[in-house]
């Protein structure tokens, strides 16, 4: 499973190996970026909607969608 846990501002505070490793990144240049700096394709997506909507609700939200510029799912 890849984790990737961001503050209130969505400004990454941990993340895992497996993500790392998947989204070929490296843990130190991650924490405490933005997120959407980070991952700008993101922007304008479903995974933005599904990202905002849990940090406005506080709610959990599992997701699968297809997110090209990775080739893959998530």
Not at 29 to 47: A, Q, S
Not at 50 to 64: H, K
């Amino acid at each position: 499973v890849c984790y990737l846990k961001c503050d209130r501002k969505f400004n990454v505070v941990d993340i895992n190996d497996r993500a790392c490793n998947r989204l070929s990144l490296n843990k130190t240049d991650v924490i405490g970026r933005n997120g959407f700096d980070i991952f700008p394709d993101v922007i304008g997506t479903d995974h933005e909607v599904f990202y905002r909507t849990a940090m406005e609700t506080g709610n959990r939200i599992e997701m699968t969608a297809e997110f090209a510029p990775f080739n893959g799912v998530f």
